[in-house]
């Protein structure tokens, strides 16, 4: 019976097999874990692993820079088993992943731009910050919830830091320490319920919050008229929210969304037919 190298994991039975020569090369093409059984090791069998699996440098007896690199490249994370660090062995690392910056020994402004670049949560592994490398950080977006979110790893936070962490993703406004007008109007702009997060809440604010994002209405301190009637433009089930409900403004909710009819308080209901007509509901009054 051939035991598949799968088997030799779930088993944790590695003496019962080992490779050579061909078979070897063939083994860590299709597994770089298979290196772990490879009794004589060559670089170019090692070579392959790591390729195939870098993980698989944790078995590589006799480590090159070349074979490092591959590694790297194919999991930054790898660089936790590099013997011998060189920058261009780090730089490769971070590139494939900035979580890869807590592994190196020796970090360079350049490597660490490269980190924050490619995970702006690699910020928080940053030995010395720069504006530079914060402001990468919560810029880059490859991530998702990352970006603007770094910014809670930013130790000298700026009104520039802030901005662009906040036009990343308004939620990150509550990593934000010295708020602004400035940077709330930005922070609900992109996401209306970054409005939970505003210290100091405006009619202005409130409006943009509720125009990106009608739901936001629940977060408004004090509505106005005016406010409630572009929440529930932007989203008829905002009606929900909205505390002092006049013809008006639920008649523009169910025209939004017939459904937000449930919402509209039957005072209103029981003299505005227009109301039920444009909701394309069948309503029928119940004594």
Do not use: W
Request: glycine share 6%; hydrophobic share 30%.
């Amino acid at each position: 019976m051939t035991i598949t190298l799968k088997q030799i994991k779930e088993l944790g039975t590695g003496e019962i097999i080992s490779y050579k020569g061909k078979e070897a090369l063939e083994a860590v093409k299709q597994d770089g874990y298979a290196l772990r059984y490879v009794k004589e090791q060559t670089p170019e069998i090692c070579l392959e692993a790591v390729k195939q699996d870098g993980d698989a440098l944790r078995y590589v007896k006799e480590q090159t820079p070349e074979i490092c690199l591959e590694a790297v490249k194919e999991n930054g994370d790898a660089l936790q088993y590099v013997k011998e660090q060189t920058p261009e062995i780090c730089l490769e690392a971070v590139k494939q992943n900035g979580d890869a910056l807590q592994y190196v020994k020796e970090q360079t402004p350049e490597i660490c731009l490269e980190a924050v670049k490619q995970n702006g949560y690699a910020l928080q592994y940053v030995k010395e910050q720069t504006p530079g490398i914060c402001l990468e950080a919560v810029k880059q977006n490859g991530y998702a919830l990352q970006n603007g979110y770094a910014l809670r790893y930013v130790k000298e936070q700026t009104p520039e830091i802030c901005l662009e962490a906040v036009k990343q993703d308004g939620y990150a406004l509550q990593y934000v320490k010295e708020q602004t007008p400035e940077i709330y109007l930005e922070a609900v702009k992109q996401n209306g319920y970054g409005l939970q997060h505003v210290k100091e809440q405006t009619p202005g604010i409130c409006l943009e919050a509720v125009k990106q994002d009608g739901y936001a209405l629940r977060y408004v301190k004090e509505q106005t008229p005016e406010i409630c009637l572009e929440a529930v433009k932007q989203d008829g089930y905002a009606l929900r929210y909205v505390k002092e409900q006049t013809p008006g403004i639920c008649l523009e909710a169910v025209k939004q969304n017939g459904d937000a009819l449930q919402y509209v308080d039957e005072s209103i209901l029981n003299d505005q037919e227009e109301i039920i007509e444009i909701s394309g509901v069948k309503y029928k009054r119940i004594d």
